[in-house]
């Protein structure tokens, strides 16, 4: 069964500086990777997805994720936090035989 | 384009009472639907998916229910409300066919409380 590990709930980064929020996940056939990001009292919105192809991934709002086979990894980066990217995360994972499941969250807070 | 629609936007309830919550979806046919629930503080949890017309499928026992009376809308209900049923209620909807690579894509959400 598939499954995504998000490493840490909270990450609190000052604005400017980099952001790395890390995923982990598990399947047993080629993974479709996702992340969401969630504002407060708002529906999910996808940020970025890895499906088939190059292993780097750019999405919206100047993020990006690598997919690391070998690692069973999809992190999320982005060079320079800007304050608006204070939101909730969400890893997700599916497959050709599996729906999505995703992990439990990351909640990223930026200081001025 | 495909839309997808929650109402209401906010809800307050007392305990025991019933619940409806309406999802619709509009540019798609034969979608897979879903329902989750934020608790305060908490991850997605599944509550209810369905591939069809009055295919429901439940992950969490609890008091409950989902029905899909028409291709694109979804209901969620209940008949009496708990204090635990509070949180925040999204649906979501996802093609069905090799190209959607089973993304997900979610409403505007319903915050309920229940006091």
């Known amino acids: 069964a598939q499954s995504v590990t998000q490493l840490g709930s909270h990450v609190s980064v000052s604005e400017g500086a980099l952001v790395l929020l890390r995923c982990n996940y598990s399947?047993?056939?080629?993974?479709?990777l996702f992340w969401y990001v969630q504002y407060p009292n708002q529906g999910l919105q996808l940020l970025l997805k890895?499906?088939?192809?190059?292993?780097l991934v750019k999405g919206i709002n100047g993020f990006e994720a690598e997919f690391k086979k070998s690692e069973t990894s999809f992190h999320l980066t982005k060079p320079s936090a800007h304050m608006s990217d204070a939101a909730e995360y969400f890893c997700?994972?599916?497959?050709?035989?599996?729906?999505?499941?995703f992990g439990a969250g990351t909640r990223l807070t930026v200081k001025p | 384009s495909q839309t997808i629609h929650q109402w209401p936007a906010t809800l307050v309830q007392p305990v025991g009472s019933p619940l409806s919550l309406e999802c619709t979806v509009e540019?798609?046919?034969?979608?897979?639907l879903y329902w989750y629930r934020q608790a305060a503080g908490r991850g997605l949890q599944l509550l209810f998916y369905?591939?069809?017309?009055?295919?429901i499928s439940s992950e969490v026992p609890q008091n409950l229910s989902a029905s899909r009376p028409q291709d694109r809308q979804f209901i969620l209900s209940s008949k009496k409300l708990l204090l635990s049923d509070s949180g925040f209620y999204l649906c979501?909807?996802?093609?069905?066919?090799?190209?959607?690579?089973?993304?997900?894509?979610f409403g505007p959400g319903t915050r309920l409380t229940v006091l």
């Open positions: 890895y499906t088939t192809g190059a292993t």
């Open positions: 979501a909807w996802r093609g069905v066919g090799r190209s959607y690579y089973n993304e997900q894509f």
């Open positions: 540019g798609t046919s034969n979608p897979n």
């Open positions: 997700a994972v599916s497959d050709s035989n599996n729906d999505m499941r």
């Open positions: 369905s591939v069809g017309i009055g295919q």
């Open positions: 399947s047993s056939v080629p993974p479709y």
